[in-house]
C-alpha cells in the first residue's frame, strides 16, 4: 500500500548513485511478503475509518450482544459498571483523576471499533464478526449519547460520529513527531 | 605503633543544613581542608565493643548441592516484587520493584516491574513472527532466527510506566514504600537490533509519520510512535541483561524507545505498519491522555522526563542510632543522562551535590549517594535532579500548579500520570520515617 512508483525509483537511485555500499551491507535477511498476506494481522484502523471492513450493525443487536457475549460479567448491565470499567459516565473532567469514557473525553470514534475487535471478549479477543463489531461500537456510543437510536454504525458512518471532547487535546511533545 | 592515616581528612565537613556532608567523602578521592586534619576522629560516634567470636554452624559442615539456576538467599525471601492482581482475575497485573531493598543501577530481571493487561503469553520463540508493512517499499517478515545473524548494539536502558510515581497525584501524601510509589520502573542493559537498520531495509515512504507497533498478547497490544523515533535510537530488544527477555518483559522481542513511556515499549512485538496518521489507539486514546486542571488533557506525552527519589532511608525503614548513614537513591531522565542531583536534609532549605555512580548513562538509572551524619532531630529529606538538557525535577509547588492533585485522598493507584516531582521523607527524633510533602 502507498508505495509509489517513484519513491521506489528514488530509491534504486540512490543505490546507484552511493548509497549502495550501506545497504549492501545490511544483512537483508527479511523475507518479503505481499500486504495481502498480511491481512489477516492487519487490524489496526486509523481514525480517518481508513482499513475498516464492510458491514454494520445496530444498537438493538449491540444490546443483545453486550449481554450475550459476557460483556456485562466485566462492564455490568447497560454497561453501568462492575469489576472493570463503566462504558460511559456523567462525570464532568473539571478534577484531574475524572473517569474518562468515549463520551465525556475520548477525541475519536473509530478507536471503539478498533479495541473491541482487537481485545474483546477479554477471555476470546478477536473471536466477532465485524458486523458483531459494528453492533457492540453502536450500543457502545449509544450508551455515551453520542448517536441516535435508529443509527446503524458502518465504515461510512463510524468514524463521522462527533466526539464531543475532540478539541480539548494538546500535544505534549510536537518536535519529536 | 604507628598505624596508617585515613587517607581522606576534613571528612565531617557539613556541606548542607541537617548534616549533609561533602559528597567526596569516604570515597577515595579524598579532600583536603586546610587546618580540618583533625576533626574526623573527634566526631566518630561511639560504639560498643564486639562479644567475642564463635564459629558458626554453616561454617562447620559442607554446603547444599550447586543447583542449574541460582536463586537469591532464603534470608532474601523478602526481596519479591508486590503484585496488583495476584489471582490474575481478568484485568490488569502490575508487579512493582522493590527499590528501597536494592542498590546499584541494574534491575534483577526476576525482580524487574511489569504490567500485563491481558496474562502473560506463552510465545513460542521458533513460530513467533515480526511484520514491517504499510507505507513501505517492500514488506518483509522477520523470525528470531533471523534476527541473531544481525548486528547488535548493548545499551543501558530504564523502562518506566507513564503511570509510575501516580499515588503522589493525592493532595495528602501516601504512606507507602518507594516500591509502591516508585516501583513502575527498572533499568536494564538491553541488547537487540536497531530498528532504523530494519527501516532502512523495508524503504520507508517518506509520507510516513507514524509506526503502529503491536504485541502478540492477547489484546494485540497496540500504540502510535513517530517513525523519527524508530530512526534515532529505538531498538528490537532481544536480550535483557545477558539473557533472553523475561516472558513478563516481552519475550522474545520487544520495542525499546529509549527514555519514552513504557506503555509504548510494545512486547511481545509482532507487528509495525507504517502510516501518515497515528491510529489514536485505546492507550492513547484514553490511559495515557494525562487529564489537566483546566479540562484540557495532554496527548503524545511520549517523554518519561527527569525524576529523582531516595530509596534510603524511606518509609518502611527506620533509623536506629544516630550517627554516620550514606542516602542512596535512583535519577533518570528519558531526555538524556543525568547531569547533577541536589540532596536536602532541611526540607527544602539548602541542599548539597549529591555523588553520581559511573559511568553515567543516557536515558538510564543513575545512582546517587550523599554521606550524612544524623544528630537524631527530625529531618526531611529530598532530592532533586537535573539532565543533560538542562530540565530540572519540579518543585511540587510547581508541578502541581502545572498539574494539579486530586481534591481528596483517593486509593486509585493511577489518579493521573506522569508524575516527576520531588519525594520528600520526613524522619522525627525516634528514626521513623514518613512520606511527607515540602
Known sequence: ?177 | MEYRKPRTAGSDLEVAGNGLLDRRTLLGRGIMIAGAAASGAAATTTVAAAEPLQDPPWSRAPGAVTPVLQTPSRFEKDVVRTLSNPSGTPRTQHARTPHQLLNGTITPNSLHFTILHTGIPDIDPAQHRLVIHGMVRQPKEFTLETLMRYPMVTRNHFVECGGNSGPLFNNEPVQATVQQLHGLCSCSEWTGVLLSTLLDEVGVDPKAVWMQTEGADSSALDRSTPVKKGFDDAIIALYQNGERLMPGNGYPMRLLLPGWEGNMNTKFLRRIKLTDQPAMSYYETRNYSPLLPNEKAYRFYFINEVKSFITRPSFGQRLTDKGYYEISGIAFSGNGRIAKVLVSADGGKSWAQAALQEPVHPRAFTRFTMPWRWDGQPVVLSSRAWDEGGNAQPLRADFVAARGQTKAPTNNPFPNNHYNSLTSWGIDSKGEIKHVYV
Open chain 1, 1 to 177: 500500500m502507498c508505495t509509489s512508483k517513484l519513491s521506489s525509483a528514488a530509491g534504486l537511485l540512490a543505490l546507484l548513485l552511493g548509497s549502495g555500499m550501506a545497504l549492501a551491507e545490511s544483512p537483508n535477511l527479511g523475507q518479503p511478503i505481499s500486504e495481502a498476506d498480511v491481512k489477516a494481522w492487519d487490524i489496526t484502523i486509523l481514525p480517518d475509518g481508513s482499513n475498516l471492513p464492510p458491514g454494520s450493525g445496530t444498537i438493538a443487536q449491540g444490546a443483545k450482544l453486550f449481554v450475550d457475549k459476557g460483556c456485562v460479567a466485566c462492564h455490568g448491565e447497560n454497561g453501568k459498571g462492575g469489576p472493570n470499567a463503566a462504558m460511559a459516565t456523567d462525570e464532568r473532567l473539571d478534577h484531574i483523576d475524572a473517569n474518562k469514557t468515549i463520551g465525556n473525553f475520548w477525541g475519536y470514534s473509530t478507536p471503539v471499533f478498533d479495541f473491541i475487535r482487537r481485545a474483546m471478549p477479554y477471555p476470546q479477543p478477536r473471536t466477532l464478526s465485524n458486523e458483531d463489531v459494528y453492533a457492540l461500537t453502536a450500543y457502545v456510543l449509544y450508551l455515551n449519547k453520542l448517536i441516535g437510536e435508529n443509527e446503524v454504525m458502518s465504515a461510512e458512518t463510524l468514524p463521522k460520529v462527533k466526539m464531543p471532547n475532540r478539541d480539548n487535546f494538546i500535544i505534549k511533545f510536537p518536535d519529536k513527531i
